[in-house]
């Protein structure tokens, strides 16, 4: 048996990746957290749609010129039948891209990172969730924030009823970047995150609140069962809401609010959370 095909516990995971080229932003953050955890090793990309910019975005990653793709369908097909071939995919792409792209890896039976959201609708997600059921295979959809050492301490006592039974779970995820009319600018985050047809029909509550929403359920463990959501857009001529104020119910009885924005000014990246029981908090 060769290097290249000795079983993944033996060696790093040969990762590849969907998007994440020159002048993306999340795709960096998942090159940095793959060097930190010292389990993977990027070999592969489809890192843009623009053959020119996927050959330069390759190169300076230091990726194989034959494993530096402009389609990701192809890159599928092409890293199934390779005996080196990846073990599995990071899609971090805009919203849009995120069913076509997972659904070609799944079928060509390779594993899955996918950023939120998962998909732009409920019919999408089943037949994702049906299809990795069916070829047997992992599908990781990444809610980094649960990551945090002070997270799974919160969880823990939580679950070990340190606080007792919960009542009042507080969460907001502020930001300032959307304050202005940025996407009129044509800065490339802000167009496409502002933009129904790319983004989906979520704006900052898709983009920001479901990391908040995902923290109150992690950390709980409880399930929202029931809610009522106020969201609002209070930049001129934007389509997609920019503020969102949440009331949640939870199993159990414990109440809660989720408050997500992108218009505070002066706030660059303000989650919180607080959570409070019969005994503690």
Excluded at 57 to 69: K, N, V
Excluded at 153 to 158: F, K, S
Excluded at 251 to 256: L, S
Excluded at 273 to 281: A, D
Aim: with cysteine; proline share 4%; hydrophobic share 45%.
């Amino acid at each position: 048996m060769s290097a290249d095909q000795a079983p993944a516990a033996s060696r790093r995971l040969r990762l590849g990746m969907v998007g994440g080229g020159q002048g993306a932003f999340i795709g960096a953050v998942h090159r940095i957290a793959a060097r930190i955890d010292d389990r993977y090793e990027l070999v592969a990309g489809a890192l843009s749609s623009n053959p020119e910019r996927a050959r330069a975005s390759g190169a300076e990653l230091f990726l194989a010129p034959d494993r530096c793709y402009d389609d990701f369908r192809r890159m599928a097909e092409a890293e199934a039948a390779r005996p080196d071939g990846i073990d599995a995919v990071a899609i971090v792409t805009p919203n849009h891209l995120h069913y076509p792209a997972a659904k070609a890896f799944l079928e060509a039976g390779i594993h899955v990172i996918c950023d939120k959201p998962l998909v732009h609708t409920v019919e999408e997600a089943e037949e994702l969730a049906a299809l990795v059921r069916r070829r047997d295979l992992v599908f990781v959809l990444t809610h980094n924030y649960s990551g945090y050492p002070m997270i799974r301490q919160a969880r823990a006592m939580v679950a070990a009823g340190t606080l007792g039974k919960i009542r009042v779970v507080q969460v907001e995820y502020a930001q300032d970047w959307l304050a202005t009319d940025l996407e009129a600018s044509g800065q490339k985050q802000a167009s496409w995150r502002t933009d129904p047809a790319q983004s989906g029909i979520a704006g900052c509550i898709g983009d920001i609140g479901t990391h908040a929403f995902h923290l109150a359920e992690f950390v709980t463990g409880l399930r929202c069962s029931d809610l009522a959501a106020d969201l609002t857009v209070f930049v001129p001529n934007r389509r997609l809401d920019d503020n969102a104020h949440i009331m949640m119910r939870f199993d159990g009885g414990a109440r809660g609010m989720l408050w997500a924005s992108q218009v505070c000014p002066g706030t660059t990246n303000g989650l919180r959370l607080r959570v409070f029981g019969e005994s503690g908090g």
